[in-house]
């Protein structure tokens, strides 16, 4: 029993236990409570105690206590000093009488010593005010108005954001705002003066007056003011806002004569009044001939009118010469082999299947084509007697010619005579494939004599369906960007004209989009609508692949202009077929490329979440590319695009998930990310066909020009793995070739200038290759596969060549490494991380930045890529040894 006892007694003993801890917390709290409150020093107590003095003579009937008490609280509360962590003291001591002060304030008549107690309460507020009740605003907008900015940044800050919360309250319910707009005035030029030219420019822009930032800046802080709104018209609500904010930053650069980087945003406006108005400002010939340079890197078309050297300098004539040079410094002039670049000996070999010569033949001349394009030499091609084009069938033919245009890309002169023999012979195929060719070999190089022109105008007439088409296409790539008018006469009644095949219809419309991309031309958009009109009463005539391409040249003249596009969409709204859907997010993708817009990233999300039948689906592979194109170029939102194509591949119909390879691929066009790559290998062994055939030649788009040894490997797997399906090892040489492109002398991606500015020609083509991929079997894999060579007008050397004054190449050392975002920061950051010091000319990759290493010279551009050139510095002294 006693036993028992004692058990039953010992749960008692632990709730008397329990009960004396929260005694004894109780007690421990009281005394934390009396510590603190004795933890206060003699000093703070003395100061406690003439706050509270202060406070009740402020709340005085005699005006004058009343006054002087409310002045020394006020210069007690400037003189007090804060820590990062810590409340100023007289703020904390007067926290518990600011419900008193403020009641009395409520009771005082209207008159000045009212004013000054409002200025008082509007500094207690910034700490005391509930949130989101403003009251600091209200008692300054109450107060004297003066001395504003005497009270420090933190309230002037607080105070910014309760004007912003205010203005678009009041403009919301149409009320006046000249108060607030006064307060701006007053504290703008003070954030200015103290290096907050952020807060300053983020005040204006919430009160919609972005451009009275204009004349507060001055010499020292114009440059941090335009870079910040250069990074904040990325994120610019509205397509009018982000026009506004690069206008001011326009108007910034000319008015501090940065001319280059005027240029820019001139052509990131794509206004071509303003990219006149540039050259017109600046006096210096050195900086109009590194401008000359920038357009033709843009391949933007400004008259020079009589200025015979900035017209050969934005030619781009030069390129084919400093090319080859770089080769040569680089030590990679000897041709190379495509089984050079498949190195078979390393594949796993499985079975030696008998394979289609042809096929592989084929593959070869791309692969050849892409290896050694730009270097005007090979093995196959250029070689005295080449029989290489006779080991290729018909259209094989045709392409295998073509590649010439590759091998030789810039060096018009020494191509054009290399490619004449084919003209003149009797097999259309080798004709047709010089047509196209003749097209390739003047991509992105303007000539005087203007030779495309007078050799594929007249084949426009031909009999032969095959020759028009091939003259079409080369005239796309020839002159893609020039918006020339008379070519516009010539191929806009082949779009019309049902007597041309639909496959030469569709190109025209495709070599027009190119020919004026970005231009908004109306009169290609309204023959485009009229033939899809039309065509759609005809039975039959719309289905098939190639009416999809009337809708990518449709959308590439709108490419990147955004709300321009809003009739042309509504037009497209007629359409009932199919084809109609399609065109419709291929054109509103295209028209919202590289601008962010989350709203449209949703709208083709939500086009995604619908479940179709297989056949009734196609338009949605278009509305997945839409997203990666509106992201694409944008750090932050490629990666959510990268979350949202995840989540297609996990969740998506078939048609969704063989769009997402290429979706990747555009977000990182020459820009191996390893998770990509890991993403883009598991899909190459996808159950569906499609996906994997999408997923390989997605492999050679983001790794173009990089020669990446990771995908190398991958590669050499996929072709030991698809050794026996022809159509997959075509995709694999294919990608082969685009990997060790320029033999890693080039990339394709689309963005320059610090990533700042948009290719519109090299984006284009690159769209036109990825809708032909989309369509596989029935282009690159059936008989066109002549589109691959849209890639090339993508292409161009990712270098750093410095010039002297008299446009001849120097060496010059200089830093190379990982760019670093340095807007908003404070004094004088470092640009790159992570540098090596070359000497020029040296080769960028897509995260790359430059600087020149020496103090010798002084470069005429503010971004180092491409051509730069250099002026000695008259303040050089060299170091005495």
Sequence with gaps: MADKGSSSTEPIKVDVESKDKDVDKDKKKGDKKKKKAEELSEEDVKKKAELELLVTRAQDSDQGVARLALETMGSELKSATSSMTSVPKPLKFLRPHFGALTEHYAKLPASELKCFFADILSILATTMQKEGSRQ??????????????????????????????????????????????????????????????????????????????????????????????????????????????????????????????????????NKTELVADVFNKCEDRIVQKQMAYLLSRRKFNHDFEDDEELKEIASGESISKHFINLAKELDVLEPKLPEQIYKSHLEEKRSTAVLDSAKQNLAASFVNAFVNAGFCKDELMTINDSQWVHKNKEMGMMSTVASLGTLLLWGIDEGLTHIDKYQWSSDPHLKAGALVAFGLVTCGVKSECDPAWALLGEQLEAEDPLLRLSAVVGL??????????????????????????????AMAAVSLGLIFVSSCNDEVAQAILQTLIERQAVDGALSGTWPHF????????????????????????????????????TVEGMAFANSGDVL??????????????????FHQASAVLGIALIACGEDVGGDMAIRSLEHIL????????????????????????????????????????DVALGAIFSMGLIGAGTNNARLAGLLRQLAAYYAKDLSALFMVRIAQGLLFMGKGLMTINPFFSDRFLLDPVALGSLIVVVHAVLHLKNTILGKSHYLLFHIVPAMRPRWLVTLNEDLEEIKVPVRVGQAVDVTGLAGRPKQITGFQTRTTPVLLNYQDRAEIATDEYLPAATVLEDFVILRKNPNYRPAVM
């Design 476 to 505: 796309g790539h020839a002159y893609a960007g020039s918006c020339r008018e008379d070519l516009l006469e010539n191929l806009t009644p082949m779009i019309v004209d049902t007597g041309c095949t639909i496959e030469c219809s």
């Design 136 to 269: 600091s605003l209200r008692y300054r907008l109450e107060g004297t108005k003066a001395g504003l900015t005497s009270w420090g940044h933190e309230y002037i800050r607080n105070l910014s954001g309760e004007i912003a919360e205010e203005y678009k309250e009041r403009t919301e319910k149409g009320k006046d705002n000249k108060d607030l707009l006064s307060l701006v005035e007053e504290i703008c030029p003070f954030n200015m003066k103290h290096n907050s030219e952020c807060e300053a420019v983020d005040l204006l822009c919430e009160v919609d007056k972005v451009q009275q930032i204009g004349p507060l800046c001055d010499e020292a802080t114009f440059s941090r003011v335009a870079l910040y709104l250069q990074s904040l018209a990325n994120f610019a609500a509205t397509q009018a806002d982000k026009v506004m904010y690069l206008n001011v930053c326009y108007n910034l650069y000319s008015k501090y004569k940065e001319f280059p980087n005027a240029l820019r945003i001139a052509l990131k406006l």
């Design 650 to 689: 996990q969740h998506g119909e078939l048609p969704l998930r063989r769009a997402v390879p290429l979706g990747l691929a555009v977000l990182h066009l020459s820009n191996p990310k390893v998770t990509v790559i890991d993403t883009l290998s598991k899909l190459s062994h996808d159950a569906d066909q």
């Design 550 to 585: 009337f809708a990518v040249g449709l959308g590439l003249l709108y490419l990147g202009q955004q709300d321009a596009v809003e009739a042309t969409l509504a037009a497209l709204d007629a359409i009932s077929h199919p084809v109609g859907k399609y065109a419709k997010l």
């Design 600 to 617: 449209h990233v949703q709208k083709m999300l939500h086009e995604c979440t619908e479940h179709l039948e297989e056949s009734e689906a």
